[in-house]
């Protein structure tokens, strides 16, 4: 059952006439940067949404004038986790749980999407991105992989040397560039982002659900393989790289002790 109340940093609201769940990531005073407790919300939510049977499809966006930062870089993190689960195996859990999840997934992203936020606006089904957005994955930035899930699902959308080029030099894309190398779905003023993704959400729930959900669930079955194939490998490059000695050094760089 999706419960509003299970959520501190995610606001969650169903409206049961139409099956739409919205999903807004609530951290605007920090650009909604993912910290523990978001990263362990988004590691069960999109499970609660499949398993919650009132619910016909799912829109995420940010509050604010962003989408997301990405990971939350302040000083004070500790990279705890009240799920049970290493940081590690619920960064998989919100790749593998957005891929498993069989209803539709439309990202209204009203901002900058960086970093996770851009592999969350990546994995939604359909993507409407605000026009003044900047979206990309800066983690070879910080000395890092990209590995939280940029590796599985840009590949199969721009090809392997364009998403190669994106992630190793950490280049930063306008809406209008992410939309023409086919990484998201559509560019849209600002303030029509959210609208176009409900729209598009409730007339995917309208749909039969066997006919919409089917066909999603084979089409990501490719993903599912990629996951499986990439997902481990990258994110343990990322953990082996964070103790490296060029990670501590990025992380002074941020004003990080």
Same mark, same amino acid.
């Not at 960086?114 to 000395?143: Q, R």
């Given at each position: ?184 779905? /559509?560019?849209?003023? =600002?303030?029509?982002? +959210?609208? #176009?993704?409900? $729209?598009? &959400? %409730?007339?995917?729930?309208? @749909? !039969?659900?066997?006919?919409?959900? /089917?066909?999603?669930? =084979?089409?990501?079955? +490719?993903? #599912?393989?990629? $996951?499986? &194939? %990439?997902?481990?490998?990258? @994110? !343990? ?21």
């Amino acid at each position: 059952m999706l419960d509003p109340e299970a959520y501190r940093t995610i606001d969650v609201a169903l409206d049961e006439s139409t099956g739409v769940a919205v999903l807004t990531l609530n951290r605007p005073d920090k650009a909604n940067a993912v910290d523990d407790v978001m990263h362990s919300e988004l590691s069960t939510v999109f499970a609660a949404a499949q398993d919650d049977g009132r619910v016909r499809a799912v829109v995420l966006t940010g509050a604010g004038r962003t989408f997301s930062a990405g990971g939350d870089e302040s000083s004070d993190r500790g990279y705890a986790t009240s799920t049970g689960r290493t940081p590690i195996e619920e960064a998989r859990h919100i790749v593998d749980d957005i891929i498993a999840l069989t209803k539709p997934l439309v990202a209204a992203v009203n901002g900058h999407a960086i970093g996770l936020g851009a592999v969350l606006a990546t994995l939604a089904d359909i993507s409407y991105v605000a026009e003044s957005a900047k979206l990309g994955d800066l983690h070879v930035h910080a000395a890092l992989p990209a590995g939280n899930g940029a590796a599985v699902i840009w590949p199969l959308l721009v090809g392997i040397n364009r998403a190669k080029q994106l992630l190793m030099a950490g280049d930063l894309l306008t809406g209008a560039e992410a939309e023409r190398l086919g990484l998201i779905t /559509g560019v849209l003023p =600002a303030p029509e982002v +959210l609208p #176009a993704a409900m $729209s598009m &959400a %409730v007339r995917l729930a309208q @749909l !039969a659900p066997q006919a919409v959900q /089917g066909t999603k669930v =084979a089409i990501n079955r +490719l993903l #599912a393989l990629a $996951s499986g &194939a %990439v997902l481990p490998l990258s @994110l !343990a490059l990322e953990a082996a790289a964070m103790e490296h000695d060029d990670f501590r050094v990025a992380m002074e760089k941020l004003g990080r002790k």
